[in-house]
């Protein structure tokens, strides 16, 4: 079965400060994506940064980025320069090749302290 | 703004009756995904249609059912309303079928009292 873990259920960072948001996945697919999305208070759903699992080059967002190691299945979500606004829910998840069911992680909450 | 719109924003009703929310893709978009995400717990996927047929689905109890109609807008039916179906009811949208970024609607809410 596919799973995601976050294992940093609440996290801070000072503003203008760097972040980084753990996550860990177990899938049996070769072919699979990943994504980190955002939910600030608003509770809408926002796309932060995708990747493919079939590329070797993390995947940059202005200044998110990601380090993914396929081997240890790990995909952890760097947050550079961190502004108030990146204050939110973030969710890890993982979509299979075959069909597209996204599995999301339970999410970890960034505070951002001024 | 995803382009993903859903209504009605919010819903109110009582125990044992049955509600429709309704979910129109961004334009092109011939994927339609439906999530469940109650208070305390993370999201869960429901099920996915792909241009109007049932492509994979997820812990969707047997109360509630889906549609997509041929102008690719879907419906999620809700029957029997408990307690426990008090949630946020994200709809998704995505251009293919797999390995493509779904993208949010604003979400329904729904309280059953």
């Known amino acids: 079965a596919q799973t995601v873990t976050q294992s940093q259920p609440e996290m801070s960072v000072q503003e203008a400060e760097t972040v980084t948001l753990s996550c860990t996945y177990d899938t049996s697919e070769s072919d699979y994506y990943l994504f980190w999305y955002k939910q600030p208070p608003s509770r809408q759903m926002i796309l932060v940064i995708r990747?493919?699992?079939?590329?070797?080059q993390n995947a940059t967002e202005n200044r998110f980025s990601v380090n993914f190691q396929k081997a240890a299945k790990s995909f952890s979500l760097k947050i550079s320069d961190s502004q108030l606004g990146d204050a939110a829910m973030y969710f890890c998840?993982?979509?299979?090749?075959?069909?597209?069911?996204?599995?999301f992680g339970p999410g970890t909450s960034l505070s951002v302290i001024p | 703004d995803s382009g993903v719109t859903q209504t009605p924003k919010h819903l109110i009703t009582a125990t044992g009756q049955r509600v429709t929310l309704r979910c129109s893709p961004r334009s092109g978009d011939l994927s339609v995904y439906w999530y469940q995400q109650s208070l305390d717990q993370g999201l869960q996927f429901l099920i996915q249609?792909?241009?109007?047929?049932?492509?994979a689905k997820g812990n969707i109890l047997e109360r509630f059912s889906a549609q997509q109609f041929p102008d690719l807008h879907s419906e999620l039916n809700l029957s029997s309303l408990e307690l426990g179906d008090s949630a946020l009811y994200f709809c998704a949208s995505s251009l293919w079928e797999q390995g493509d970024t779904q993208y949010f609607g604003p979400g329904t809410r729904l309280t059953v009292l």
């Open positions: 998840a993982v979509a299979q090749g075959s069909y597209d069911k996204v599995i």
């Open positions: 990747q493919e699992a079939y590329k070797q």
């Open positions: 249609y792909y241009n109007g047929e049932e492509r």
